[in-house]
T-cell receptor, first 114, second 117 residues
Framework: GNSVTQMEGPVTLSEEAFLTINCTYT??????LFWYVQYPGEGLQLLLK?????DKGSNKGFEATYRKETTSFHLEKGSVQVSDSAVYFC?????????????FGSGTRLSIRP | EPEVTQTPSHQVTQMGQEVILRCVPI?????FYWYRQILGQKVEFLVS????????KSEIFDDQFSVERPDGSNFTLKIRSTKLEDSAMYFC???????????????FGPGTRLTVL
């Protein structure tokens, strides 16, 4: 079945450091890929998405590229801020199902030190 | 900007009691979902709902759970007899659900935290 594996946290970085959170997936067909973010005490927000191979999703300085050959969708940011502290979830869905569920990874907690 | 809303934000109940969690999806959306997140764990799919019936459900969604769209605007999740392990954050989501093969973003509500004592 479809699944998502992401690097375990917590990840602690200093402000302005470079961030990578690894994510790989297993899926039949060609899933859409997402990164969701959950800030403390809040719900899930879609951070970025990519719907086909080689697409790059980007938002708020974060980027991730859909790599079909390595089945990966790693999240990167060149210079993190304290306000980026949150839990990040890699996820996928089957685009060929109108009522498709989203399958989430286990989440990576990111803490940024001033 | 339209958004999914959920009430209450926090529900405390005694084991064995029935609870109803409420969601108001975005008004022109056709597909509705419930997910849950046990504290510190991953977000898990429970059920999807379209055209007044369940379209898919997970193994978590047993006979204790039911969903309903009672009045064309609300979408509810009922847990008939709560157990301690039902304590979790429950998220509602909705999407337009247009033609298969195109991307249908699911919009999530802020969640209801359920605590079973």
């Amino acid at each position: 079945g479809n699944s998502v594996t992401q690097m375990e946290g917590p990840v602690t970085l200093s402000e302005e450091a470079f961030l990578t959170i690894n994510c790989t997936y297993t899926a039949t067909g060609y899933p859409s890929l997402f990164w969701y973010v959950q800030y403390p005490g809040e719900g899930l927000q879609l951070l970025l998405k990519a719907t086909k191979a080689d697409d790059k999703g980007s938002n708020k300085g974060f980027e991730a590229t859909y790599r079909k050959e390595t089945t990966s969708f790693h999240l990167e940011k060149g210079s993190v801020q304290v306000s980026d502290s949150a839990v990040y979830f890699c996820a996928l869905s089957d685009p060929y199902s109108s009522a498709s569920k989203i399958i989430f990874g286990s989440g990576t907690r990111l803490s940024i030190r001033p | 900007e339209p958004e999914v809303t959920q009430t209450p934000s926090h529900q405390v109940t005694q084991m064995g009691q029935e609870v109803i969690l409420r969601c108001v999806p975005i008004s022109n959306h056709l597909y509705f979902y419930w997910y849950r997140q046990i504290l510190g764990q991953k977000v898990e799919f429970l059920v999807s709902f379209y055209n007044n019936e369940i379209s898919e459900k997970s193994e978590i969604f047993d006979d204790q759970f039911s969903v309903e769209r009672p009045d064309g605007s609300n979408f509810t999740l009922k847990i008939r007899s709560t157990k301690l392990e039902d304590s979790a954050m429950y998220f509602c989501a909705s999407s337009t659900g247009t033609s298969a093969g195109s991307y249908n973003e699911q919009f999530f509500g802020p969640g209801t935290r359920l605590t079973v004592l």
